[in-house]
């Protein structure tokens, strides 16, 4: 008799289910911004990458509209053949000239552009050494490569120097990679550290911007910038889907490294160029990013003053070490977690759990918006509070 070759889907979910790992999505309604319609109710979002407030933005959205009607909505082809427009070349351009860098390459997401540069750079002959916690695509991008891959402890520069003392000289070429803001902590990767051991040991790094670009720096343009680190040798990626409201990745840094991306990196020569909508609101965005520094003033008071609260109001909640708007507090469980993330949102906050696989151990994780009010900030720490009030212990 021959058995369900598909039965065992339904058993794997039953088992992500006992262990209160199972997700399902959660419909919003309207456009994103500091408070949203979720459930048709509406909430305070704590749960948006869209830190300075501008997937919502008029600009944006006026931009996308008139790049459809100019270009249509779709660009028909991967860029090396039908694919390639103007606007593709001006939002390169501007992702160079706000990172500092001789030249900047877009692809259809920042997951796609940590493929393809990681798969592009490395190979069987060589070595990664990547921090435990870089985010999935850093991941991935270190195992489609085929390279050897270790995982350094987090942040740990020690026990990095150690790892390359040891390996180095077995590889041909050496790829460092870490998140520079990471994506469900908020704290900082040790960037100048690494940039001096990339250098003895004669390494390649590359720091994943994507919870940093518009962000931190002076200029938004980064962590890199934030260490006064620009201009040095490194391979940055990013997002244009957090704090640039739109949807894409780049990678930036010099003419000869994005030339060769150009020649090998497989999920940018074999996939569709990115939208004119898209990649028209990403342009407007870094506009907006470099003309109007306020907004990234307006999202440091807000991260200082939910900071400041929480520690006055609710310091049982112990909050992970973070230099970012990303503030998150851990739990004893993915259920614990659970049970949070939805009584916070019974209280009108939106601030999800985060769970096994994607972290180590489960946790709520708030992201402060350059949009928020105070009175935002107000009730999402009243919230917290009443469930540290009702669950004395935690
Ligand atoms: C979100 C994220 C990505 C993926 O970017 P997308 O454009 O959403 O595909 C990559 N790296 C990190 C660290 C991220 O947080």
Not at 359 to 386: K, N, W, Y
Request: charged share 15%; net charge neutral.
């Amino acid at each position: 008799m021959a058995t369900d070759p598909y039965a065992w889907l339904e058993q794997s979910l039953t088992t992500i289910r006992k262990a209160d790992w199972y997700r399902s999505v959660q419909t919003i309604n309207g456009t994103p911004g500091a408070t949203v319609l979720l459930g048709g109710r509406e909430v305070i979002n704590f749960a948006s990458n869209d830190y300075l407030g501008l997937a919502g933005d008029q600009r944006l959205i006026k931009a996308g509209v008139a790049a459809t009607q100019e270009f249509g909505t779709g660009s028909t082809g991967s860029r090396l053949l039908s694919g390639h427009r103007e606007l593709h070349r001006q939002l390169e351009s501007a992702i160079a000239s706000l990172k500092q860098t001789e030249d900047a390459i877009v692809f259809s997401s920042g997951y796609l552009a940590n493929l393809g540069a990681i798969a592009a750079l490395v190979g069987k002959r060589d070595l990664i050494l990547s921090d435990q916690y870089n985010h999935s695509s850093l991941k991935n991008g270190a195992i489609l490569s085929g390279a050897a891959v270790i995982e350094y402890p987090h942040c740990n520069v020690t026990a990095l120097r150690n790892q390359l003392i040891e390996n180095r000289q077995n590889y041909r070429r050496c790829l460092i990679l870490t998140d520079s803001v990471f994506s469900m902590d908020g704290d900082l990767c040790p960037l100048p550290e690494l940039l001096d051991l990339a250098d003895e040991f004669s390494c390649m790094l590359l720091v994943d911007e994507a919870h940093a670009t518009g962000v931190l720096g002076k200029t938004g343009a980064g962590c890199v910038e934030h260490f006064g680190c620009t201009g040095k040798q490194l391979i940055q990626i990013g997002t244009l889907s957090k704090a640039l409201g739109s949807l894409g990745g780049y990678v930036a840094g010099s003419a000869t490294l994005i030339d060769f991306l150009r020649n090998r990196a497989p999920t940018w020569i074999y996939t569709t160029a990115l939208s004119p909508a898209d990649t028209a609101a990403a342009l407007a965005a870094i506009e907006i990013v470099q003309q109007e520094p306020q907004r990234r003033t307006q999202l440091w008071a807000n991260v200082d003053y939910l900071k400041k609260l929480m520690q006055a109001q609710v310091a049982e909640l112990k909050l992970l070490p973070s230099a970012s708007p990303i503030l998150c507090f851990q739990l004893p469980s993915a259920a614990a977690a659970l049970a949070v993330g939805k009584s916070l949102q019974e209280a009108g906050i939106f601030a999800p759990a985060i769970r096994p696989p994607t972290v180590p151990t489960s946790r709520i994780r708030i992201s402060a918006m350059a949009t928020h009010q105070a009175t935002h900030i107000d009730q999402l720490v009243a919230a917290l509070g009443e469930f540290v009030i009702r669950n004395q212990g935690i």
